[in-house]
T-cell receptor
Framework: SQQGEEDPQALSIQEGENATMNCSYK?????LQWYRQNSGRGLVHLIL?????REKHSGRLRVTLDTSKKSSSLLITASRAADTASYFC???????????FGKGTMLLVSP | DTAVSQTPKYLVTQMGNDKSIKCEQN?????MYWYKQDSKKFLKIMFSYNNKELIINETVPNRFSPKSPDKAHLNLHINSLELGDSAVYFC????????????FGPGTRLTVL
């Protein structure tokens, strides 16, 4: 069953602007992951944040996790055209046998 | 070196045919997966194998049969293809079963005519 749900479904910004995507999930988790999918490619892991972490950074990416609200956000600062992609959050499936992916946010960064 | 590879990249075939997609990972991972991504980009787990053993078998028609000859390979055979099977199929692997980072192949775009 679907666990995470991203918002917005699509986001269009100019190069240099920041992009924020949100993910809400339903059940308690140990960690939450964000993935990027460029058009015509497989998903690529971006960052993993554990349930005891509130914020994590990786380059221009900043992820927050609020377990009380069951939500996470991904912030991409100073976006570039190359950031154009779909972004998915993933949470452990019940039983922790694998991950469940949300429907993704499609980000378009225009030069 | 490609970590997770799939062949073919594109597959166009007629309804009723049988086809296979191959997947190989050179990461030394224990667990491999098959996902189906529909036209709305929704990624749905189909199967998961851990050390060649079937762990997850979602409600997938039994026309789909995965085979794992060793833990580096997970192939997907589809019998009697239907129009609704058209999608992008992704293979992925992770170090172990569970909530670990997954590494994805480039995908196989299957079009059934």
């Amino acid at each position: 069953s679907q666990q995470g749900e991203e918002d917005p479904q699509a986001l269009s910004i100019q190069e240099g602007e920041n992009a924020t995507m949100n993910c809400s999930y339903k059940t308690s988790i140990n960690n939450l992951q964000w993935y990027r999918q460029n058009s015509g490619r497989g998903l690529v892991h971006l960052i993993l944040i554990r349930s005891n972490e509130r914020e994590k950074h990786s380059g221009r990416l900043r992820v927050t996790l609020d377990t009380s609200k069951k939500s996470s956000s991904l912030l991409i600062t100073a976006s570039r055209a190359a950031d154009t992609a779909s972004y998915f959050c993933a949470t452990p499936r019940s039983g922790y046998s694998t991950l469940t992916f949300g429907k993704g946010t499609m980000l378009l960064v225009s030069p | 070196d490609t970590a997770v590879s799939q062949t073919p990249k594109y597959l166009v075939t007629q309804m009723g045919n049988d086809k296979s997609i191959k997947c190989e990972q050179n990461l030394g991972h224990d667990t491999m997966y098959w996902y189906k991504q529909d036209s709305k980009k929704f990624l749905k787990i189909m199967f998961s194998y851990n050390n060649k053993e079937l762990i997850i078998n979602e409600t997938v028609p039994n026309r789909f049969s995965p085979k794992s000859p060793d833990k580096a390979h997970l192939n997907l055979h589809i019998n009697s293809l239907e129009l609704g099977d058209s999608a992008v199929y992704f293979c992925a692997s992770s170090q172990r079963q569970g909530e670990y980072e997954q590494f994805f192949g480039p995908g196989t775009r299957l079009t059934v005519l």
